[in-house]
């Protein structure tokens, strides 16, 4: 790959440190993954499967990204995220496999989804608070 004005090179430059801002607002803006379980809550309650789905399959994105910003990682593809971010230092024990279970049968009937609204909840409150206690 040639690079004779150096455009390669800059971008690079520019992008080998982690932006501290960006850090702390991926990693406060956590709180939306909370927003979005309460929203599948009520979804759950009239057995609405697309939109428990959808709502936790953001949740997930949202602390993905979060985790990935605490360890001053870029996320730039949803592709392979999860499996990366279940090994970063923040991330809860299990949290692949927890993520996995829940978006992978999220259940059909109002308790079944209620229930993994409840594991979500879980999940969701504790990355926050190892996120909120991270000094990565």
Known sequence: LADPGGEL??????TATYPEQLREALTAGAWEAEFLVDAAAK???RGDVLYVS?????AVGVLVQALY???RRWCLN???ALAVAETLPTAPPDFGARVRVMLGCPGETP???SAT????????QETRTRLSTSTV
């Open 43 to 45: 979804g759950a309650a």
């Open 54 to 58: 959808l709502c936790l399959s953001r």
């Open 111 to 113: 308790e079944a989804l």
């Open 69 to 71: 910003a605490a360890d």
């Open 78 to 80: 949803e592709k392979g």
């Open 9 to 14: 090179t800059e971008l690079r430059r520019r």
């Open 117 to 124: 609204v409840a594991r979500a909840r879980a999940l969701v």
